[in-house]
């Protein structure tokens, strides 16, 4: 008898256009690797980018661990939907802050919030769509996703900016 990967159809459905999802997300994130060009256009000081690039890292360290235990409350896919919503905002929230230093550090905070939700939270939810057996394949393939979103992020975003200016940017590069 052959080992079901998927727990039912309606499952694998979900699980690959959850992993088109996650890549599309992590490519509109992935853009950010492009943004110090952008603060530059806009006068930033190379300490001004780096402490928006840095600041991230707090709300993220701070959130992260709650991830887990929130999914487990609220259910995977709502703490997943929850915190891409927020991160969406916060990419979305650079159109209107980008010109300003303080905003800036606000949005990438914000970013740091959502993503913290979002990573932990989508793997869980990722897994539940799995039998146990072959699941490290499966997972191993929606994890991909946002190291490749990641490759082609930073060509999008350079095109974009070479293209077309920093002018709407990250409102464009949000959808």
């Known amino acids: 008898?052959?080992?079901?990967?998927?727990?039912?159809?309606?499952?694998?459905?979900?699980?690959?256009?959850?992993?088109?999802?996650?890549?599309?997300?992590?490519?509109?994130?992935?853009?950010?690797?492009?943004?110090?060009?952008v603060f530059k256009s806009n006068g930033f000081s190379p300490a001004q980018m780096g402490n928006v690039f840095f600041i991230i890292i707090i709300p993220l360290l701070i959130i992260t661990p709650f991830s887990g235990k929130l999914s487990i409350k609220f259910g995977a896919l709502n703490i997943t939907i929850i915190g891409m919503l927020i991160t969406f905002i916060?990419?979305?929230?650079?159109?209107?802050?980008?010109?300003?230093?303080?905003?800036?550090?606000?949005?990438?905070?914000?970013?740091?919030?959502?993503?913290?939700?979002?990573f932990s939270a989508s793997i869980i939810y990722a897994k539940?769509?799995?039998?146990?057996?072959?699941?490290?394949?499966?997972?191993g393939i929606f994890a991909s996703m946002i190291p490749l979103s990641f490759i082609a992020g930073p060509a999008l975003g350079e095109w974009y900016f070479k293209s077309f200016s920093s002018k709407y940017y990250f409102l464009i590069l949000s959808i």
């Open 90 to 118: 916060s990419f979305l929230s650079f159109h209107f802050t980008q010109y300003n230093y303080y905003y800036c550090i606000i949005s990438r905070m914000v970013q740091g919030l959502g993503s913290g939700l979002y």
């Open 128 to 139: 539940s769509k799995l039998n146990d057996k072959s699941d490290v394949f499966y997972i």
């Open 1 to 37: 008898m052959k080992n079901k990967v998927f727990v039912n159809k309606k499952d694998k459905f979900h699980f690959y256009l959850f992993t088109l999802t996650i890549f599309i997300s992590g490519l509109s994130y992935s853009t950010l690797a492009y943004i110090s060009v």
